[in-house]
Every structure is written in structure tokens, then in C-alpha cells.
């Protein structure tokens, strides 16, 4: 399959059962876009639409439902200048 640019990103993450009695889950996951896991549209949503909740989405491209959620993480970077010796 050729990725276009905007999907270069996309790392699918998992294809596993939960358990014996329910139905595969697919997973994606991308540092940029949301990626649907039924048709692999995506989109870059806006930082204000961020949210670490588990919310629904339906797929403008193919109407199909699924969830989606934001994981955060932050790095603390510090410098100071070094005095040659």
C-alpha cells in the first residue's frame, strides 16, 4: 500500500482480541493525525479539541463510528552556558 505524506506517520499499533467472547480490536495510533481504523482517513484536529477522555467519533469519510482519545506526556528540557576551561 502507498502512504501518501500525511499518513507517513501512522504506526498501527494492535490487532488483538480482548477476550474470547468479543470481537478484534483494531488500533492506530499517530503523533499528528487522528486516523480512522475502519477506512484510514485522517484528520489534524485542532489542540483545543484535545482531551484524554475516551470520546466518538463517526469518520467523515466513511460514516463508520469509532473512539478516540489523546495520551499527553511532558519533557522538562534545561540549559545553561558552559565556561570554557
Not at 474470547?20 to 503523533?31: G, H, I, T
Not at 487522528?34 to 479539541?49: F, K, R, T
Request: hydrophobic share 25%.
Amino acid at each position: 500500500m502507498n502512504e501518501n505524506p500525511e499518513t507517513q506517520n501512522r504506526v498501527l499499533v494492535a490487532s488483538l482480541a480482548v477476550d474470547a467472547c468479543s470481537a478484534p480490536l483494531k488500533y492506530e495510533c499517530d503523533d499528528l493525525n487522528v486516523i480512522c481504523p475502519h477506512c484510514g482517513a485522517s484528520y489534524q484536529p485542532e489542540s483545543e479539541d484535545f482531551s484524554e477522555e475516551m470520546r466518538v467519533e463517526e469518520c467523515c469519510s466513511c460514516g463508520k463510528s469509532y473512539e478516540v482519545w489523546q495520551n499527553f506526556s511532558i519533557t522538562h528540557h534545561t540549559c545553561t552556558q558552559v565556561s570554557p576551561n
